[in-house]
């Protein structure tokens, strides 16, 4: 394909949400490759006033719409989870390439039928887990697969949520329900564990608990209370595949002390990954390490010349990463990047540490 894919968003609205901040600059530094071109939202006159106040081309008067167009030839689906099944599954009847925000489903058994459903329309289909594309998390995939820590002993991972304590505002509560696949399990943790797979393998057997300390949860901008069904602390403990230890810990809110702290120890040196939040898909990560005669951490950076030409934003800059694979796969019939059979094998991680919890 010499020209570049036309790209229709539903979900996009330029105050500040996520499609904004992160997806649009990601297409927009690469404009050899992607338009935007549409929109279709929850109404008409909202897709008409991002149109406008973006520049794009088309205003659709719903998904239906946008995705049986002809001046399309991929959808990204940047909506909350419970409408994903409905919208991806419209986008892949009609041959649309599609990009989906992770979760890929409402749980597991929408993304296996969502999955199916994209192999059989052979269309190239992206689960959005770009925590993976972070130029830190592929320096670390390789010091790792270069012997930098030895062999591993154990990764222990401790994150903050930053949601799912005991206040929100009303955007966000349907976080805290669980029947809408959007809990801290399935969001900052999922993400944050499909780094640790591509950087150290598998999972092996491990066993969950979840504990709620807040039952409730206040609306902050409404002064009401509703009940909170997600957990607020994960506890996951086990080991990988390689038999490395594994110990899992994230809660709900925000820690005064480190949001995001992942050790990697082995028999030859250790690694440290830190950041501001536990949401490894979205923030700065910062790698240290030390090995040998070293007696301290150090700075262990990708160059940074592998940052040049990228959104400053990390949310951006990895999605950017995300696309400009999938670019690849469209135009070269590749398959590079996340792919909606990679979210089955996520979800199915996911599953087997709820159903552990449950278990518990």
């Not at 989870?81 to 041959?95: D, F, I």
């Not at 797979?197 to 609306?219: C, M, R």
Request: hydrophobic fraction near 40%; include cysteine.
């Amino acid at each position: 394909m010499s020209n570049p894919v036309r790209v229709g968003f539903i979900g996009l609205n330029p105050d500040s949400h996520w499609a904004f901040m992160a997806h649009l600059p990601a297409l927009q530094s690469m404009p050899d490759k992607f338009v935007v071109k549409g929109v279709a939202n929850s109404t008409v006159d909202s897709a008409r006033r991002t149109a406008d106040a973006l520049g794009l081309e088309f205003a659709f008067d719903s998904a239906a719409d946008l995705v049986a167009s002809a001046d399309i030839d991929m959808v990204v689906v940047t909506v909350k989870v419970p409408y994903h099944l409905e919208l991806v599954t419209a986008a892949l009847n009609a041959g649309k390439h599609v990009y989906c925000e992770w979760p890929l489903g409402n749980g597991l058994e929408e993304a296996r039928q969502l999955t199916a459903l994209a192999a059989a329309k052979g269309v190239v289909a992206v689960s959005g887990t770009q925590a993976r594309t972070a130029p830190e998390i592929m320096h670390l995939t390789k010091l790792i697969a270069d012997g930098y820590v030895g062999e591993v002993l154990s990764t222990t991972l401790i994150g903050s949520g930053g949601n799912w304590s005991g206040a929100t505002i009303a955007e966000y509560y349907y976080l805290f329900e669980a029947k809408n696949g959007a809990s801290m399990q399935s969001i900052p943790l999922a993400h944050t564990l499909a780094a640790v797979k591509d950087v150290q393998g598998d999972f092996g057997p491990f066993k969950a608990q979840f504990l709620s300390h807040y039952k409730e949860v206040t609306i902050t901008d409404t002064g009401e209370t509703k009940a909170k069904t997600t957990p607020d602390q994960i506890l996951v403990q086990g080991q990988m595949s390689s038999g490395a230890a594994l110990s899992v810990h994230y809660r709900g809110g925000v820690s005064r002390g480190t949001n995001l702290l992942w050790e990697i120890n082995g028999t030859e040196g250790d690694i440290q990954v830190t950041g501001d939040l536990g949401h490894a898909q979205m923030i700065q990560l910062t790698v240290k390490g030390a090995r040998g005669d070293d007696k301290e951490l150090q700075p262990l950076m990708p160059d940074s010349s592998v940052y040049e030409g990228l959104p400053e934003f990390p949310g951006a800059r990895n999605i950017a990463g995300i696309y400009a694979r999938m670019y690849d796969d469209i135009t070269q019939g590749t398959q590079t990047a996340p792919t909606f059979a990679d979210a089955v094998k996520l979800h199915e991680i996911i599953d087997a540490i709820e159903a552990s919890a449950t278990a518990q």
